[in-house]
């Protein structure tokens, strides 16, 4: 999952760099080997060894380095979680009506958060990318909000409402006047059974209203966001009125569905499924 840390002494064991002193001091040990024999010839390789061995007990340590193995490994974790949540979009709405025009709402909302990335990596102002990391787990956030749609449709169609009340009026008619030898305890039971299932009907009718909502907000939001960055002088703050924006957009918590039920297996990012983002990791699946 998204919360376990990335092998820090693995990045610095095979980072690019560290491919480069290895390939460096191993044609340095060729080289000298030729003049002065394989015991010299060893002396860069010793060398590389012994430089290993502290790179691996120091590096790992350092906050800087840290800080970039942890970005990368959230972009990875946040690829991954959008191409599976993309893939299973596509397999159940992609020849349903809106499907195009919920991927352009968002491709933009993309778009926004890839302009605010190239603002963060220029310098120009105090936005950092750690800031933008944020706006863009809300594009993972759409992308649940859009499957968890799509998963209570596909359970609201398999329920025949007018059925189910058909069944529960000729259950309640025969409690009313019972035949002889039926069994009321199983009459009972069946009663409650098609009760409890209108009910979950009711609720999953609200929660995609709700879900609705949210998702028809969001990429409004995020525009609004984008335009108040963009606009903000170079040497204002922005890492908390982000936060906080952020914060706005996120799905309240009383929304309780479960992705793996979507999408068994889906790597969330951890902004998404710890704090206050937990609520995300299971926004994209619908239970009763």
Known sequence: ???????????????????????????????????????????PLIAF?????????????????????????RAETRQ???AQLIAELQKR????????????????????VTSLYQRAESGHSRLAPRDVEQLDDVTIEYLCLWLAILVIDDRMEAINLREVDGK?????????????????????KARADYNALVERHHRMLS????????????????DEIYQTIMTLPASEEVGARLEEAVSRLRVQEDIETDLAEALPGVTMPSSLTSGHGKRLATVAGSRG
Do not use: C
């Open 80 to 82: 991954a979680s959008r």
């Open 1 to 43: 999952m998204a919360d376990s840390k990335p092998p820090y002494v693995k990045e610095v064991l095979t980072s690019q760099a560290n491919l480069y002193a290895f390939l460096g001091s191993l044609a340095a040990g060729a080289l000298l080997s030729i003049p002065f024999g394989f015991g010299v010839g060893a002396i």
């Open 93 to 112: 709405a992609a020849k349903r009506e809106g499907f195009q025009a919920r991927l352009r709402t968002y491709q933009r909302m993309m778009e926004r």
């Open 168 to 188: 529960l009026a000729a259950v309640n008619k025969e409690l009313a006047a019972p035949l002889p030898g039926a069994d009321l305890r199983q009459l009972q």
């Open 49 to 73: 060894a012994a430089g290993e061995v502290l790179a691996a007990l120091h590096i790992p340590s350092l906050p800087s380095f840290r800080e970039k193995v942890d970005r990368r490994w």
């Open 207 to 222: 929660r995609r209203r709700a879900l609705e909502a949210a998702m028809l907000t969001m990429p409004d939001q995020i």
